[in-house]
């Protein structure tokens, strides 16, 4: 008889780890399932392929306040900062790239070839953002210029002296 209660013992305790053992399994892969993708942000810039494939822009990451735009056809480019480049790059391969910023200011990392001057978004005084660029020769000397918020800032070959071909690798713009 005492035999037969320890088997009886054994026999439950063995069953109720299995059934504890399987419960869990299923509550893990449930909660795997069950549980939503993660919220954490990448900075990728949305539709960054589509920019490169027919624009020629490589746009890589930012905070989502300096957004890719069109360029006016015209000189007025208030309230947008204006890319000068060499190469046959932007909506009308004129080597003309426009961005505009959002609120107070932004971030967009980027690699755009044979720029040779920035524009600030504001056309009079005392309107536009004050902007820090990034850029790198193909040597790979980097520099950072500031471009007035109602001004132009010539680089590169442009630069005065004249300097290697640059590319554009980031922009920072503030109030």
């Known amino acids: 008889m005492r035999n037969l209660l320890r088997t009886a013992l054994i026999v439950s305790a063995a069953g109720a780890a299995a059934t504890i053992a399987v419960v869990s399994a299923q509550g893990a892969e449930n909660s ?3 549980e939503p993708p993660s919220l954490a942000e ?5 539709g960054a392929a589509q920019i490169l494939a027919t624009d020629h822009v490589q746009l890589i990451s930012g905070d989502g306040h300096i957004v890719y ?3 006016p056809t015209g000189p007025d480019t208030v309230g947008l900062l204006q890319i000068s480049t060499s190469e046959r790059v932007g909506p009308r391969q004129n080597g ?3 961005f505009h910023v959002l609120g107070s200011g932004g971030q967009l990392s980027l690699k755009l070839p044979g720029v040779y001057s920035i524009r600030g978004d504001g056309l009079s005084t005392g309107q536009g953002h004050k902007v820090k660029a990034a850029l790198t020769t193909d040597a790979g000397q980097h520099t950072t210029v500031d471009v007035p918020p109602d001004g132009t800032t010539q680089v590169g070959i442009a630069g005065t002296p004249a300097g290697d071909p640059t590319t554009l690798l980031e922009l920072n713009a503030t109030t």
Do not use: L, R
Not at 42 to 46: H, L, V
């Open 32 to 34: 795997a399932v069950d």
């Open 42 to 46: 990448d900075y990728t810039y949305p």
């Open 69 to 71: 735009a069109a360029c």
């Open 96 to 98: 003309k790239v426009c």
